[in-house]
Every structure is written in structure tokens, then in C-alpha cells.
């Protein structure tokens, strides 16, 4: 997936706390997706004005890692969320 | 004791009544009129017991849910609740201010069914003139309000050479989600079974298309695809296993596991409002009948796939071996598994064309 993407959250696709399960769920068609912590903070970017690289990089910098070791991984939840019909770029 | 995990889902079929008169309807042959279904009151306060009983997403189904006047205020309460509302709609009675209603409402996601790819096949299997082309209308103004759309081709011998066809239309339609399902042989499609029954080399085929276009589309359009599973090895994970993922509420508010388990003889079902939704779930007879493996037979009792398929559906096995305690018949390891497979070869050759419409 090309870094000056901007993905967002497909049409209809929700994020919302949930009370009963104690976490944040991704809810669409026919979806539940019970997000953990790393999941929650890459879903919070996803604002529709940020670039793949925006996001990786705002995450690398607020956990003190390594962006080379941040950008692989938020790839591939994003590209999995794109694949499950719940995100687009 | 093993627990038992919170509901994710709830069908809730608000009436009986629909516009068109599918042959393959899953709605239970005796369908209710509109003098026994619930109240407005009933169904918000099923809302607020689903929602605090951890249910994340609630089906408005039928028959046709856009039929009741509380639609919008039932769909505004469950997403005020924290409910993914979703709506299962024919599509021809909604205009484009019944739609705005909806969105404003809240609603995420409307499923659109279509009974084929041309008109003059689609309105001839829903018994609606002008059905198709209404469905198509609304379908494009479903994504305009910014709402997810699912395309559901319900496909069987009389419509299935048009698959590639209705996939293109989903394409066309910019749907989110294709929703392609055989038939599956309940209520009304049991009784229309000889005319609907595609034969193997038709079903291997379609089959070929499904794989092969899912993989071209995927990150476009999700595919969901539901085998026709007289023809499959291993049976289908009904429901996601019984009493495990979903409550089904009847239009007069009786609480089901499954739509179709009213087939199943011996079963007691508590009524929504009378008996509290949780107690239920957790502790309701019917419920409980068929979850986990514990009532199994063999060959379920010691096969590896028991916490997987959870031995197929119930109420085929009732409807195929004549015993909801069966292995559902499509499994490879039943029984009668080699006759299933005969009569449903044999049914793909009949002459039937014509159907026995759904009606009240």
C-alpha cells in the first residue's frame, strides 16, 4: 500500500465503545470486530485528512518507536481492514 | 459448565407482511397478519433489553419491515442504544423520503434483495411488476445518503445462469457487500424445492464464478456466499451455532433461535416482554436444546468438526432425517447423505417451472 494514501473508514462503518465487552468494536455489514489497544489508536487517525505515513509517523513519535518498525505493522491492519470491506485508500 | 457468551445479534422481524411473493421466502408457511404483530412500545422496549444485554447489531427484517409506520423511531432508539441498525428490505415500497427518514435515523446499512439481473426475471420470481427496477433506484439512493448497501441475490436453477450478471450489477450499483445465497430449503423454498434445485454442474460452475470474482474484487466488494449445501461435504455452521451469536424475534414476540425453529417439535418459546430478554437467552428451553454438543449423537458426538459446524442445521435435520437431534443430512459423514444427494440430483432434472407463491 502506497504511504501518501489517506485511508478512512469505509461508508456505513462504525467505531463505538462497548460497555458489555469492555473494548472498542469496529461494527459493519455482517462485522464485529473487537479492536485492542494498537488497533484503537491506528482507528483514531483514520480522520479522512491523514496519509498512511501521517499515521504511522504520529504514532512512532507518540510511542518513542522506531517508524521502520511502526510503518510495516499499521500497513498491514489498514490494508486488513481495506480487505474486510471496513476501510478504503 | 461452559459459559455462555452475550448475543452479537438480533433479527428482528417487525411483520409477516410483504409485497412480494418469493417461493423460496423463509418465513414460517402459517405467516402471521397484521393483527398479531407487536406494538411500537413492545419493540423499544426489546431494543433497550437487547442493547443492555450486549447485542451490537439489530436486523429490521420480515416480511417487509419498511411496511411499519414505527420503522424510523425504532431505528433512531436502537442506534441511540448503540445498535448497529440495519435494514433487510424488498425495497419497493421505500421513496427517496422514507430513505432520508431512515439515514437521519441512523441507519447503517440497508441489504437490498434482487431476484435476478433482468427485469422480466426478477419480477416474475418476486410476483411484482416493476419491482426490479424500483430496487435499483433505491439502491443507488441508499449510497447517496452515505449509508453501506448490500446487494442480496438469492440464486437457485431459475435465475443462477444471471450470477455473473447480478455481480456486474452490484459493481454497477457501487455496492459495499454481495451477498450471493443457494437457497436454502426451508418453509417455503422446501415446498417450491423441485422447481428452485439447481442441478451439479450449474452449482460447480457458479461456484467457479464466486471464487474467481472474489478474489478480482476484493477491498472493493465483499462477498458473502451461502453454498447450496444439499451439494456440500461438510454442513453449514447454522447461525454461528445454536443460541451462540443470535435471537431471532417473531412478529408477534415470541424469541427464536433461528427463524425456522418453530419447526422443530418440542421446543418452548418465551415471549419478549412477558419474559425477560436476558433470562431468555441464558435460560430460555429452547435455547438451550441444541447449544454446545452435549445433546450430539454420533457420528456428531465424536467428530473433530463438533465445535466447528456444531453438527449443521437442526431444523433440516428434522426436515431431512425426521430427528432435530440428527446430523443435518448434507453432512458427507450422515447416513443419508448419498440419498439427499440423489433426490436433489433428481429434483434438478424435473420439469417445474412453476412456483407455489409466498402468501398470506
Request: hydrophobic share 45%; proline share 5%.
Amino acid at each position: 500500500m502506497d504511504p501518501s494514501k489517506i485511508p478512512a473508514l469505509r461508508r456505513g462503518i462504525r467505531r463505538q465503545y462497548d460497555s458489555a465487552r469492555h473494548a472498542h468494536v469496529l461494527l459493519g455489514p455482517e462485522r464485529v470486530i473487537v479492536l485492542d489497544d494498537i488497533a484503537v489508536e491506528i482507528t483514531n487517525l483514520l480522520d479522512g485528512t491523514r496519509t498512511l505515513a501521517d499515521i504511522s509517523s504520529t504514532l512512532a513519535e507518540k510511542f518513542a518507536a522506531d517508524i521502520a518498525q511502526v510503518q510495516p505493522d499499521v500497513t498491514a491492519f489498514i490494508e486488513e481492514l481495506i480487505e474486510k470491506g471496513l476501510a478504503t485508500a | 459448565m461452559t459459559t455462555i457468551a452475550a448475543p452479537l445479534a438480533l433479527m428482528a422481524e417487525l411483520t409477516h407482511r410483504c409485497p412480494l411473493q418469493c417461493p423460496y421466502c423463509s418465513n414460517p408457511l402459517e405467516l402471521l397478519k397484521a393483527g398479531a404483530e407487536r406494538d411500537t412500545k413492545f419493540w423499544l422496549g426489546v431494543i433497550d433489553e437487547a442493547a443492555a444485554l450486549g447485542v451490537l447489531q439489530i436486523h429490521f427484517s420480515g416480511g417487509e419491515p419498511a411496511l411499519r409506520q414505527d420503522l424510523p423511531q425504532l431505528v433512531e432508539h436502537a442506534t441511540a442504544r448503540g445498535l448497529y441498525a440495519n435494514l433487510i428490505t424488498s425495497a419497493v415500497t421505500l421513496d427517496e423520503s422514507k430513505l432520508s427518514t431512515l439515514a437521519q435515523a441512523g441507519l447503517a446499512h440497508v441489504q437490498i434483495s434482487f431476484q435476478g439481473a433482468r427485469p422480466q426475471t426478477a419480477d416474475r420470481i418476486g410476483n411484482y411488476r416493476g419491482g426490479h427496477e424500483k430496487k435499483l433506484q433505491m439502491a443507488r439512493l441508499v449510497t447517496q445518503l452515505g449509508m453501506s448497501l448490500t446487494v442480496n441475490a438469492v440464486v437457485h436453477r431459475q435465475n443462477l445462469e444471471e450470477l455473473p450478471a447480478m455481480i456486474d450489477m452490484a459493481l454497477e450499483l457501487d455496492a459495499d457487500r454481495l451477498e450471493i445465497a443457494h437457497v436454502q430449503y426451508h418453509g417455503w423454498a422446501l415446498k417450491n424445492r423441485a422447481a428452485l434445485m439447481p442441478d451439479r454442474a450449474a452449482f460447480e460452475a457458479a461456484d467457479a464464478i464466486v471464487a474467481q470474482k472474489r478474489q478480482a474484487l476484493r477491498g472493493k466488494l465483499t462477498f458473502d456466499y451461502v453454498v447450496p449445501d444439499y451439494y456440500a461435504r461438510a454442513p453449514k455452521t447454522c447461525m454461528g451455532g445454536w443460541g451462540q451469536k443470535t435471537l431471532n424475534i417473531t412478529p408477534d414476540g415470541r424469541v427464536l433461535p433461528c427463524h425456522a425453529a418453530e419447526t422443530i417439535p418440542g421446543l418452548t418459546f418465551d415471549r419478549a416482554g412477558t419474559t425477560p430478554l436476558a433470562k431468555i437467552w441464558f435460560e430460555g428451553q429452547a435455547f438451550n436444546a441444541f447449544r454446545g454438543t452435549a445433546w450430539m449423537q454420533e457420528p456428531c458426538a465424536s467428530c473433530d468438526m463438533k465445535t466447528i459446524d456444531f453438527g449443521g442445521c437442526r431444523c433440516q435435520a428434522l426436515a431431512l432425517a425426521g430427528d432435530a437431534r440428527a446430523t443435518d443430512p448434507v453432512c458427507h459423514l450422515s447416513p443419508l447423505h448419498q440419498q439427499i444427494l440423489e433426490m436433489a440430483e433428481t429434483e434438478s432434472m424435473a420439469d417445474e417451472r412453476d412456483f407455489v407463491y409466498r402468501r398470506i
